[in-house]
């Protein structure tokens, strides 16, 4: 089976992983961490070409702020989801903030959103927070293929 390419949430490389051996725990070639931490991983200027570029698998990103209530409440639906959907997808957040470039260039207009990307292409949005349920049936119904 051909590698797919994986970023490291801990250095950013790029490691090509065997398909079949996605769900293995992989290793970083590089730092020897985990590619896959159970949990998101955090976006800003430095990471976000190398994790929604260079991955393979689909990113979907959290975007929020720390003094909205819904974000907040939010957190652990995503948190919980990332520990289901990994390694199918990887799982990420976006402080728009601190990051208010980012926030920016994919013109969000509410928090929280969500969008999920495929090899650095958007390919689904949604605003406001959702239920684990309703996050599983959003991530199961979208066309990431
Ligand atoms: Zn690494």
Redesign the pocket.
């Known amino acids: 089976m051909n590698p797919i390419q994986i970023t490291?949430p801990?250095?950013n490389?790029a490691n090509r992983v065997p398909e079949e051996r996605i769900g293995d725990k992989p290793q970083?070639g590089?730092?020897k961490?985990p590619l896959f931490l159970g949990k998101p991983l955090d976006l800003h200027p430095g990471n976000v070409n190398a994790v929604l570029g260079k991955n393979y698998i689909p990113v979907l990103v959290d975007c929020w702020a720390s003094w909205c209530g819904p974000c907040k409440s939010f957190a652990p639906v995503f948190e919980q989801a990332a520990g289901i959907f990994e390694p199918g997808f990887r799982f990420a957040k976006l402080d728009t903030e601190a990051a208010p470039s980012i926030a920016e260039r994919w013109a969000i207009r509410s928090i929280p959103t969500l969008i999920l990307f495929k090899q650095g292409k958007e390919i689904q949005r949604a605003s406001g927070a959702m239920s684990l349920p309703q996050l599983q049936q959003w991530l199961r119904a979208a066309n990431i293929n």
């Open positions: 490291c801990n250095c490389v970083c590089k730092c961490k």
